[in-house]
């Protein structure tokens, strides 16, 4: 047997397990599975018996069908009041020439910024170096000079929502080995280095919230939490049309379209105009007419774009391509929709570039081939459950072999910085 790595995504409607194994070299996702969830609401936890119950029957699930124990995992989930501030540092290089203890020294100063207490550091990431003057740098280890300025990343969120889910996992019998935020597991799945480098943001629209980070040069820049997801939808619909949420969610699912009756360029849906036939909380039926649908998709649609506009307006570094997961991004009409309103490429995020990326980077073998049934359901709504996964392999490897790079040594120091 190889090494078992487990990744737990939850979300405000689903609970996704994932593992995958390292052996002889090949990375491999073994089991992929999701399970309904209760106890979330916009992402955040609104009743901790409903979420630990919605866990424990999952993680049953999981035992059962794998015939083993499932104790620790990587956990993903939205963050609650997610903020990110940039944090640099400088030291006097003491030899002359720049080694890993005047890395190590600069990255901790770098960190030690002072934390409210009501708020948790959930993740450091190094943004650049910075060698008398010079900016940029992203390994500057060998190099001459006099002063070594760090710049990193660092993203909080409340304390009290990252305990209470540690808290609920724990008490369904899964220990966290660490948190990994919703976005950064997304990006973690379909970013290629290219897309880290040109400046893209990942959107994740699930069913309570949007969660968003955007990388440039390489790096993590931007991260934001906007609670409306795919449930606003459907709850529009039930309200509008006066029919059961679980009839709304059936006709948003197989009707819905996110492109209104008005022109973007040449986009225009015009198939299916016929009439749809709804049950309506009386339970009779009754008919609504396709662009009465389309305008109630579209409200949503265009205020979880407006809240990305404002966002992108409010960043200094240029987003030249978007890449939407979660379920909400299956939405028919949703990516011609967005890129309409904010003139930006966009795309369905899917997990195989991501595995793809981090097996080139760890050096391993990916098994598609073994894996097929499994690798042909990796919706975009799995995206943020392989990037767990995918960090968490990531993670490890770093850490055994620190030499391997500067995201193992901002991760070693995290260790010690975030108590979890
Ligand atoms: N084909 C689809 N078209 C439109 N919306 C969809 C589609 N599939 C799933 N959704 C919506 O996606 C949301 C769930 O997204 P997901 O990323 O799976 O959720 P979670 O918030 O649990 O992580 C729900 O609101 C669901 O209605
Ligand atoms: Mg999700």
Redesign the pocket.
């Known amino acids: 047997m190889g090494e078992i790595f487990t990744g737990i ?8 397990f994932v593992r995958g194994e390292i052996k002889n070299g090949k990375f491999d996702i073994s089991f992929l599975r ?1 399970y309904p ?1 209760s106890g ?1 609401k916009k ?1 955040k936890i609104v009743d901790m018996e409903s979420l630990i119950s919605s866990i424990k029957k999952s993680l049953k699930d999981v035992e059962d069908n794998l015939k083993v124990k499932v104790k620790k995992a990587f956990v993903c989930s ?1 963050g609650s009041e997610v903020q990110g501030v940039y944090s640099t540092a400088a030291v006097k290089i003491r030899k002359k020439e720049i080694r890993d203890s005047d890395v190590d020294l600069v990255i901790e100063s770098a960190t030690a910024v002072e934390i409210p207490p009501d708020r948790q550091v959930v993740h450091i990431l190094p943004v650049e170096f910075i060698v008398d003057g010079v900016d940029g740098i992203k390994d500057p280890i060998g190099m001459k000079g006099l002063r070594l300025e760090a710049k990193v990343y660092i993203v909080t969120a409340s304390a009290n929502h990252i305990q209470n889910l540690i808290s609920c996992c724990s008490k369904a019998g899964i220990e966290v080995e660490d948190f990994v935020l ?1 976005s950064i597991a997304s990006a973690e799945a379909t970013l290629t280095e290219y897309d880290k480098e040109i400046g893209t943001m990942v959107v ?6 949007t969660d968003i980070a955007v990388f440039y040069d390489g790096y993590l820049r931007h991260v934001a939490v906007f609670g409306i ?6 709850s529009d619909l039930a309200i509008g049309l006066k029919i059961p949420f679980h009839e709304a ?1 059936r006709i ?2 197989q009707f ?1 379209v ?1 492109l209104p009756d008005i022109n973007f360029g040449s986009l225009k849906f015009q198939e299916n105009e016929k009439d749809i036939e709804i049950i309506g909380v009386d339970k009779k039926p009754a008919k609504v007419s396709q662009s009465v649908l389309k305008e109630i998709i579209y409200a949503r649609c265009e205020e979880i774009l407006e809240f990305l506009k404002k966002e992108i307006s409010g960043i200094d570094v240029s987003v030249s391509s978007i890449v939407f ?8 009409g ?1 990516i011609p929709l967005a890129e309409g309103f904010l003139s930006i490429p966009a795309r369905i995020g899917n997990s195989d570039s991501g595995i793809i990326t981090a097996c080139s980077e760890l050096g391993l073998n990916e098994g598609f081939e073994q894996a097929e049934p499994l690798y042909e359901s990796f ?6 459950a392989v990037g767990a996964l995918i960090y968490a392999v990531k993670s490890k490897y770093f850490q055994a072999d620190l030499s391997s790079g500067m995201f193992g040594k901002i991760k070693s120091l995290i260790k010690n910085f975030i108590k979890i």
């Open positions: 995504d939850i979300g405000t409607t689903k609970i996704s999701s969830c979330l992402g939205s919703q994740d629209i699930g069913g309570g919230s997801g795919g449930n606003h939808i459907t969610e948003k699912i819905g996110a997961t979660g379920g909400t991004s299956l939405m028919r949703f919706g975009p709504e799995l995206a943020s």
